[in-house]
């Protein structure tokens, strides 16, 4: 049972009560990657915690990192800030981020591999930490309408750093893998699929008021295979969110589904659907039938500003503004983008 308080906050937040289905009093918005590299006094910190893990893991440092971009900009959500490569670093898999050349995994690359890994759910207690600590620096910073969003990475894409090593462009090892031998490439699904639901429960616990799936790699799938390694473990996700914490919306983004998003929602029973930058205007509008929908300015006409982006974002909030909508990036922030150009962007926002 939800206490009354609790019912409250859902309708006064404008970020909770689109993905709840209400009608919000503003379009609400945030921005993948909000907190990051483009911002002076993120560096400032993530120098001083020395690796990018140690950023991570260091819940005082984490959680003031996830304010950042809120003291600005005043986002309608705050996402935790952390990794969707904490979950392979869980399950005993050696990870480090090497500067300038992104994740590196010792790779797992078939069924004998799969013994190795084993989820031990310890590792994670910081991000949890992490979670109690934003939520008190909110509610001490007055962010009253601010949602605070939790997140993992969907099993697919997870899975494909896990077998990649890494960063990839064709995915050959993971997509051979899950074509040559299925029944194994599940057993490496399947023990993603049970950590995240975990991993996502503990947060929810731990103060996250809705929780984002994302998909990066989606769209590296044909029909067949995206039904099975996207759609079927998202839906088991959801599902059991859905049983144990039936309040909290689950956000989707299968990035580059195309024409498999309309599907994807149906059958993931998401609450809410990422949409990328490709995704057309008209096509989003006609989501708006399956769930609320949360995008999708390019993140390169962010960073390139001036009136052309004004433009686009008026295009966007004129087209799907109003309800069942959330405001937000196809992809996240790029490291070069100037913050003036997300203060413009937040202004234009905040006119409509
Ligand atoms: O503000 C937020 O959005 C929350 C924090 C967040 C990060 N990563 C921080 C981060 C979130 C939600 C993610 C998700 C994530 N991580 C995804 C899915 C979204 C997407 O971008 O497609 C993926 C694929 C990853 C894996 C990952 N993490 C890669 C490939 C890299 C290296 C590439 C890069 O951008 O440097 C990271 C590192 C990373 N995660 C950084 C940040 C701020 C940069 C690391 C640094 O500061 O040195």
């Known amino acids: 049972m939800m206490n009354s308080k609790a ?6 937040k404008p970020f909770l009560a689109v993905l709840n289905g209400g009608v919000p009093e503003r379009t609400p918005f945030w921005l993948m990657r909000q907190a990051g590299r483009y911002l002076p006094e993120y560096r400032e910190l993530r120098t001083k915690a020395g690796s990018f893990l140690d950023l991570v893991y260091n819940p005082e440092f984490a959680t003031e990192v996830t304010m950042q971009p809120l003291r600005r900009y005043g986002m309608d959500a705050a996402i935790l800030f952390s990794d969707i490569l904490v979950i392979p670093h869980a399950l005993g898999q050696d990870l480090s981020f090497v500067q300038g050349e992104g994740p590196k995994l010792d790779p797992v690359r078939g069924e004998k591999d799969l013994s190795r890994l084993r989820y031990d ?10 979670v109690r600590g934003i939520r008190n620096a909110m509610a001490d910073e007055g962010m009253e309408e601010t949602a605070l969003i939790g997140f993992a990475g969907a099993p697919w894409t997870v899975a494909t750093y896990m077998i990649e090593g890494g960063s990839s462009r064709d995915f050959i090892h993971a997509k051979g893998w899950a074509y040559s031998e299925p029944d ?25 008021e809705a929780v984002q799936l994302f998909d990066s790699w989606a769209g590296a799938l044909d029909e067949d295979q995206y039904a099975r390694w996207v759609i079927a473990p998202t839906e088991k996700i959801v599902l059991a969110l859905h049983k144990a914490y039936p309040h909290i919306p689950v956000i989707g983004f299968p990035r580059g589904s195309g024409a498999l998003y309309p599907v994807y929602a149906q059958q993931t ?11 057309p205007l008209e096509m989003a509008v006609a989501l708006k039938d399956i769930c609320a929908v949360q995008g999708n300015l390019d993140p390169v006409c962010l960073l390139s ?48």
Do not use: C, W
């Open 7 to 12: 019912i409250d906050e859902r309708n006064e």
């Open 121 to 130: 759910d310890t590792v994670l207690q910081p991000v949890y930490e992490t």
């Open 184 to 208: 194994s490439f599940a057993k490496l699904i399947e023990l993603i699929t049970e950590a995240t639901i975990v991993y996502l429960g503990k947060q929810i616990d731990a103060g996250a």
């Open 269 to 279: 029973k998401v609450h809410a659907l990422g949409l990328d930058s490709q995704v």
């Open 305 to 352: 500003g001036g009136t052309a982006m004004e433009k686009r974002a008026r295009d966007i909030l004129e087209t799907l503004g109003g309800d069942r909508f959330i405001f937000n990036l196809g992809h996240g922030v790029i490291k070069e983008t100037p913050p003036i150009h997300v203060e413009q962007l937040t202004r234009i926002i905040r006119q409509f």
